[in-house]
């Protein structure tokens, strides 16, 4: 089985500073991927980044980088230069191997609230 | 180039009756996944289909069934409705041999 453990129920930045969102996970998938989704209140759910389980470097995308510590079954999230409109919910969630069943399902954690101040 | 499309984006519904979401892939995409967030919570995996078929289920009762059509849209059916299947109802899909899935902005359904 697999669980995704986002401690954080809310966080506070100030604009232009940068925010780390803290993601564990636990699996015993040989390969997996984790993912992070943002959520504003409109409710759709916007694919952020993605970082492969042997994938050597951490992921950047943008504004956005992942930083994966495979040991320590982490994936935060790094936000840098925070704006307001990046306030919202945001979720990691990970997908398992097609050898271990999990195919294409994703499992979400519960989420942080990230609010930006001006 | 169209995203994930789900409609209708609101519905209110009573305890008993049966409710049908529909979702449209993004283009080039032929796998549809759906899911279930309860308010503060996570999104929770009901199904999900690719050539028409379901080919893997979260754990949900069969009161929840699916069906994909030829052009890859595919539809949610709830039977028998009960207070608790108020949420709000995402609908994914990715190309069967990548990772990511892209949502759509919801279907948010209210049982009273």
């Known amino acids: 089985a697999q669980k995704i453990t986002q401690t954080q129920p809310g966080m506070f930045v100030q604009e232009k500073e940068a925010v780390t969102l803290d993601c564990t996970y636990d699996?015993?998938?040989?390969?997996?991927?984790l993912f992070w989704y943002k959520q504003p209140s409109s409710g759709e759910m916007i694919f952020l980044i993605y970082?492969?389980?042997?994938?050597?470097q951490n992921a950047t995308e943008g504004r956005y980088s992942l930083n994966f510590q495979k040991a320590r079954k982490s994936a935060n999230l790094v936000i840098s230069a925070s704006q307001l409109g990046d306030s919202a919910m945001y979720f990691c969630?990970?997908?398992?191997?097609?050898?271990?069943?999990?195919?294409?399902?994703?499992?979400f954690g519960k989420g942080t609230l990230l609010t930006v101040n001006p | 180039d169209a995203g994930v499309t789900q409609s209708p984006t609101h519905l209110i519904k009573t305890r008993g009756q049966q409710v049908t979401l529909r979702c449209s892939p993004k283009?080039?995409?032929?796998?549809v996944s759906w899911y279930q967030q309860a308010l503060g919570q996570g999104p929770q995996f009901i199904f999900q289909?690719?050539?028409?078929?379901?080919?893997q289920r979260g754990n949900f009762p069969d009161r929840f069934s699916g069906h994909q059509f030829p052009n890859y849209s595919s539809e949610l059916n709830v039977n028998a409705l009960w207070l608790g299947d108020s949420a709000l109802y995402l609908c994914?899909?990715?190309?069967?041999?990548?990772?990511?899935?892209?949502f759509g902005a919801g279907t948010r359904l209210s049982v009273l």
């Open positions: 994914a899909s990715s190309l069967r041999a990548k990772n990511i899935q892209y």
């Open positions: 699996t015993s998938d040989p390969s997996y991927g």
């Open positions: 970082q492969g389980s042997y994938d050597q």
């Open positions: 969630a990970m997908r398992g191997s097609r050898s271990g069943g999990s195919n294409y399902k994703l499992t």
């Open positions: 283009s080039g995409h032929d796998t």
């Open positions: 289909y690719y050539e028409e078929e379901e080919r």
